[in-house]
């Protein structure tokens, strides 16, 4: 399969290039844009992140965490109490697994941002990336661009297609 | 088109704010050259104490907690309010955030770094404060968890990680900006390890939107534990004056006020300096007023209750303790809180004084000073009048302290000035959303 990004100077443009792709049965890799676009991204089809389940997963393991811990130094010390006050004292030590809970699923939440997004760079594959790379200077500016993947033989007939949608770039690899 | 050409002018405004151009620059460093020997001299005074003692503080019986303290809670509710603001403004989707979002929460990281330094300067052996950290040693001595104070480091520990990572977050599109835009081998060197390969494809941007949604979330619950927590080191103790279930709101409260202020003081003079006044304008100015205003009334309803359940209810302790704040030897502290939180903020009832940033200026400082004065009279007022007449006592800070207080100032705004001059000071990725959003507003009103 080859890969091509066609560049568009407008919006509107890669909206209409997303939607003639889709009626030509070409397989959108991903589109690029310059910021946040909830209509680009329902149009490219980007599923939900896994962000919010993953952050819950963080924050069960970190509140679990949070309460076991300062348990477990407690039985350390099994004949000390504080002011008459047994150690083991668990609405206390729901205030520090409310505060573990919380660290966790945000570091949970980070770490799958790094991992989630530089899997979906992946996912656009050795040549995708290259054209990615090339192109970023201008999607970080005003641009926006599609990456599809297509049989070799259709890419003229994809690229003119673009083309006539307003494409000013079109880089196959 | 119209839409890609004002991407185009707010990419290049960007770029173009990051180039320090004569005279900004001379200027710009000139200030941060200042305040670092200013927190300088206060580091000579600190290691003077270290040296010397906590007795140079005027730390003494019975007032053991005084000015650090105060000013150690009155950094922590400065933080508060910066990632507090944006991501509550994130969450109910109020599109004028982006003008001042990252500056508030680049004042949350620079108020938090000084926060932090107050515990250690409180210590008479501050080599010893890694022993707020549970690590296993030889003798398996843990550290108290029931303790308000361990709490506390926890607490403000997450708080800082959370904000930096929020922030951090917030800032990686606007990285990969920098990192095409402009500049020498070194800058695209830095800005693109900063971006972390970003490229801006539909699936990064899900996952950005998605990651900073569970973040702001995240934020909005945490700031009001971290403050409650910071409050309980007070109210769980049984000192007259501290011993209170109002404290926590209250003290939340007071955060976002101080902390609202605090964006005042530095959005209205940092416009100028940082060339950012297209983005951040009076009507920006005026919102940020409102919810001080808002938040000025919050904390006069406090302290009516407070003095509602210390003279209607049934501990003299309590009765006496406010007694002696409204007339006793720190009673002129008192009304000067009265005054500056909650007298002075009405004016903000008027739209003229909103949109008057001479005013609005004069009023945020003038509720920064009442905010701190309020922490200090809490703080200290109630260890000085505890229970029995024999244990009273009195305490004024020494200049130590107040070198130490003013240097903790210049070390907040040096770092405060540090980043925001090395960032874009307003979200480059964030305006062109806003850009998008208004198009399609003016599409659907056609």
Redesign the interface.
Known sequence: MTRMLAVF???DALLAAIASAKRQHLAIV????????DE??AA?G????W??RI?CVGAIIGGLAGLL??AW??E??PHVT?SG?P?L?WP??L??S???A??C???A??G???I???R??R??GPEGTAL??AA??L?????SAL?IACPSDRAHEAAASFEAHGAIKCHVL | MRAEAAFHRITADSVAMERWTLPGAVVYWSVLGMLAGMWSLSAAVWVYQVYHGLAVAGLTHPVMWGTYIATFVFWIGIAHSGTLMSAILFIFRAHWRASIARIAETMTIAAIMTALLFPIIHLGRPWRAYWLIPYPNQRHLWINFSSPLIWDALAIGTYFIISVLFWLLHLIPDFATLRDHGGGALRHRVFGWLAMGWTGTAHEWRWFRNTYAVLAGIIAVLVVSVHSIVSWDFSVAIVPGWHSTLFAPYFVAGAMFSGLAMILVLLIPGRELLGIQRHVTDRHLDRVAQLMLTLSLVITYSYGVEMFFAFRGADQYVHRQFLYRMNGGYAPLFWITIACNSIVPLVLFSGRARRNPSVLLGVAAIAIIGMWIERFLIVVSSLAREYDSYSWGTYRPTYIEWAIVIGSIAWFLFWFLLIVGHIPPVPIAERKEEVLRMGSQQESQA
């Open positions: 100077e407008s919006r991903t589109a690029l844009v310059p910021t946040h676009d680009v991204l490219v980007v599923p939900v992140s962000a919010g952050a811990f300062p130094t407690v350390q010390w504080v006050k150690l004292s206390t030590f205030i520090i409310f505060e573990t919380l660290l699923a945000a570091l939440g980070i799958a941002f790094l989630g997004t530089w979906s760079r996912m656009a990615l790379h970023r200077s999607i970080s500016d005003a641009s990456l």
